[in-house]
């Protein structure tokens, strides 16, 4: 997606070590109309798998799967990291490390709104490691629903999610997939 | 907001103490067609204050937020509970006590992304105690700009958010105000 690109060159940090500083306009700050085009271009790749459920991970996986979902019509869910009173005593967890905290993290769904026969489309901020994604698989999977697709608005090849997830057999897309970040450089795949 | 009372009261359920839990289709699942026709109402009231920013805290009030936005063609920024390795050394940072955690909250805005001059619209999910909502009223103050109005799509009236948030005379708008939860009741402002 070429205005993505574009952003993420004139506003995207490489902060060394594979960190991309994206918070003018994904992690802190949303640019909500960028937002909404990178959704309208998710949710027309993922169209075509009639998915039931939008899935993410809270915190910043929220804006793009929320408006993604709302492009599909169909509701998210996003895996909380503690748990809030209004959630029930018995829930999906599991446990993920996260590559900007360097521990690991609670995801949390309640089995109120992930069910057995939900098709899940899974969509966060960033495709990286793969870890986090594939912890939103394990509770997917765990309320016995079926991942159809996987979409992220970034990816870095480099750290290896793609081929983590590959064995799933779905779909997987990303907006802008930067394959190189050495040298302070952001090298986007031809 | 007459869809937004009718849905709370379907599936809205008083868990007592003020706890109206609305994990269906606010919180933790999102029903995003809901929530777009709730962020275009807060637009709309709020449209003749020249908003140059939404200001909203992690991680409920993202929803309502990013689309009210949306809707007036501004960013977005969320105040940060904890601090990612993309944020810079010195940052504003303010505590709110949490109603649902019992705990103090850290609120952290990078400076980058708040400055003096912006208008800042503040949008949560709640209005109960206020205490989040002052949080970010003290956020925007510090980064030396002006907070024009406050919106929440549901108000709990007798938790007194309102009244601690008067002196600041701005326009407060809230979709669907509760006004009475005792006794497992949920009773609507005539």
Same mark, same amino acid.
């Given at each position: 997606m070429e205005i993505l690109k574009q952003r993420i060159l004139a506003e995207g940090r490489?902060? @060394?070590r594979g960190i991309l500083k994206v918070d003018s306009f994904i992690n802190h700050q949303v640019d909500p109309v960028l937002m909404h085009a990178c959704a309208k271009e998710l949710a027309r790749r993922f169209r075509p798998l009639r998915a039931s459920r939008v899935l993410t991970a809270e /915190?910043? @996986?929220i804006a793009p799967a929320l408006l993604t979902?709302? $492009?599909l019509g169909v509701p998210i869910v996003y895996a909380r *990291?503690? *748990?809030p009173i209004?959630?029930?005593a018995s829930v999906f967890l599991t446990t993920a490390p996260s590559h900007t905290k360097g521990v690991d993290v609670n995801l949390m769904v309640s089995? $109120?709104?992930l069910s057995a026969g939900e098709r899940v489309l899974i969509i966060d901020d960033f495709l990286a490691t793969g870890h986090t994604i594939m912890g939103l698989v394990r509770l997917a999977q765990a309320a016995g629903s079926t991942v159809v @697709? /996987? @979409?992220a608005v970034i990816e870095k090849t480099f750290e290896g999610g793609r081929d983590a997830l590959k064995s799933l057999g779905v779909p997987i897309e990303s907006l802008a997939v930067i394959v190189d970040m050495k040298g302070g450089k952001i090298v986007f795949q031809k």
């Open positions: 490489n902060l @060394g /915190i910043s @996986g979902a709302l $492009e *990291k503690s *748990k209004t959630m029930p089995p $109120e709104y @697709g /996987i @979409g």
